[in-house]
Each structure stands twice: as C-alpha cells, then as structure tokens.
C-alpha cells in the first residue's frame, strides 16, 4: 500500500508555543488529506479535511485559529497548534488519499504523534 | 447521515481460536467498508475493504470479513487468532463519493496465550 509519514512521532511542548506536525505522501499524490484527533481509548475524531491548494474544511467545533491546516502540495499537509495548552494534549493522526476512483478508496494513515504540552 | 457501530469494547480470545469483531453500520446508497487495526502509539493499518463482488473479503494478516446486505453487518474474523493480533480494530464506513471516512469506536482484541 501506498506510505504516509508523519512527523515528529512525539513532542513535548510548554504551554504557550507552537507545534507543527508534518504528513507526507511518501509515493503518491495526495489530493485530499484528513486529521484527526485521539484520545484514549477512544476513536478518531475527524478535525478537518484539506484538498491540495484549498483551504481547510473544519468539523463542528473545532477551532481553525487553533488548528492551522495548510496543504500546499500535493505529497505535505501540515497542522500547526497555537498557542498551545496541556489540554491540547493528544495523539493527532494524518490520513490521505490520492484522487478518488472506484479502485482508489481506502485512505493511507501516518504514524500517528503524540503531542504532550507541560 | 453515516455511522458505524462496534458493539464490542472489548474481545477476549485464546490463541489458536478463531476471532469475530463485529461491525454495523448505516449509510445511504451502497456503502464502502474498511477494517484497520492500530497499535499501540501507532497510526492505523489499512486490513481489508468491501466495495462489491463477493460478500467474503480476504486481506491482510489471515484476516477475513463478510459483507451482510440484509443484517447491514461487516463483522471481521480470523480462524486462528495470535498474540500478536492483539490491538485495537476499526471498522469505517464510506460512501462512494464522499471525502470522509466515518470510524466506529474501536474494539480492543486481546488473544491470550
């Protein structure tokens, strides 16, 4: 199957920072890329869909100036936290997908970061 | 509106059994299936999907699922469970020309030795 990277594994921020997290297409074209958010034993909560060159759709509830998603090329989507509290604090999880086709359905998900805010 | 259901938090089985992880969902039109498993700190792990033809579909690891129209079902199995199956499983569901993928709340599979 096609390979997404995301980058850092984990981050341990202070309170107040940024954090950039990066996801790659490693082998494809990425047209539309997801985020998600983990928590605990709990399953993934989409927080936005970006398509290459547009801007960022948010779910319901979940701040764009907090969660800043840029996808400028087709293969690198970035999320970028602001500010950030330990409450931000969470496993945040990129998925993508090339163009859709009958063929080309199932996303390809990165490895996932777990970000720690002190 | 879509969504899928995992009735199980949580799946205990012995190694050399077989595993069911069931999966109900409900979508408009014909519905795209997904199983991925994650481990621990690890993103997901694409198993298997149904789009159509046969209602029994293989994938990776010995894993099988089948696709049941009428009782809206996508239950995964395997016939002879490891140790190394343990791990959180995710049944999705999407439709054809969606963007998103609805996940189900996950069910935790332990085999144990």
């Known amino acids: 199957g096609a390979v997404v990277s995301q980058h850092p594994s984990w981050v341990i921020c202070k309170s107040g920072t940024s954090v950039k997290i990066e996801c790659r297409s490693l082998?494809?074209?990425?047209?539309?890329m997801f985020w998600y958010r983990q928590f605990p034993k709990q399953s993934l909560m989409l927080m936005a869909t970006s398509n290459e060159g547009s801007k960022a759709t948010y779910e319901q509830g979940v701040e764009k100036d907090k969660f800043l998603i840029n996808h400028a090329s087709l293969t690198l989507s970035t999320l970028t936290v602001t500010s950030a509290h330990p409450e931000d604090s969470s496993f945040y999880i990129c998925?993508?997908?090339?163009?859709?086709?009958?063929?080309?359905?199932?996303?390809?998900f990165g490895q996932g970061t777990r970000l720690t805010v002190v | 509106a879509q969504s899928v259901a995992q009735p199980e938090d949580q799946v205990n089985v012995a190694e050399g059994n077989p595993l069911t992880v069931k999966c109900t969902y409900s979508?408009?039109?014909?519905?795209?299936l997904f199983w991925y498993v994650q481990y621990p700190n690890r993103g997901l792990q694409f198993l298997l999907k149904?789009?159509?033809?046969?209602?029994l579909v293989k994938g990776s690891y010995g894993f099988e699922a089948e696709f049941n129209k009428s009782q809206t079902s996508f239950h995964l199995k395997k016939p002879s469970a490891l140790v190394s199956d343990s791990a959180l499983y995710f049944c999705a569901v999407r439709d054809l020309y969606g963007q998103n993928f609805v996940f189900g709340p996950g069910t935790r599979l332990s085999v144990l030795p």
């Open positions: 149904y789009i159509t033809g046969d209602n």
């Open positions: 082998d494809f074209q990425a047209t539309t």
């Open positions: 998925s993508a997908r090339g163009k859709i086709s009958v063929k080309n359905t199932e996303a390809f």
């Open positions: 979508v408009s039109g014909n519905p795209y």
